[in-house]
């Protein structure tokens, strides 16, 4: 069973909007849940976090004030809410996690065991 599987991703015109979900099969307790992304030709960025003991986010600078990760702890899923889309958002968006958000290292693809397997968001000028 795939551990985590996101949805809702899809194309868009500059400044629309896109919620993206990540459906957790795994245990979430005391995790740090993140979304990262990657576009052709470029590594993958982090793009925001979650910490699910606490709540507390990061985010990327460029993304703050477009972006808003939260959480559904019933459900078991992950979400990124997207606003005022770029066309330098689009990528290949992912989300993962690993056991616990740092300041300094939320963003750190490498340290992140459990991965989805991707949706596309293309946002069109």
């Known amino acids: 069973q795939v551990p985590l599987v996101e949805s809702g991703g899809g194309s868009v015109q500059a400044g629309g909007s896109l919620r993206l979900s990540c459906a957790a099969s795994i245990s979430t307790y005391r995790t740090c849940l993140g979304w990262f992304r990657q576009a052709p030709g470029k590594e993958r960025e982090g793009v925001a976090a979650?910490?699910?003991?606490?709540?507390?986010?990061y985010y990327a600078d460029s993304v703050v004030g477009r972006f808003s990760i939260s959480r559904d702890s019933a459900q078991n899923t992950l979400y990124l809410q997207m606003n005022s889309l770029k066309p330098d958002d689009t990528a290949v968006y992912f989300c993962?996690?690993?056991?616990?958000?740092?300041?300094?290292?939320?963003?750190?693809?490498?340290?992140?065991?459990?991965w989805g397997q991707g949706t596309q968001v293309n946002v069109s000028s």
């Open positions: 979650i910490y699910s003991s606490d709540g507390t986010t």
């Open positions: 993962a996690t690993q056991g616990t958000c740092t300041r300094d290292y939320w963003d750190r693809a490498s340290l992140y065991f459990h």
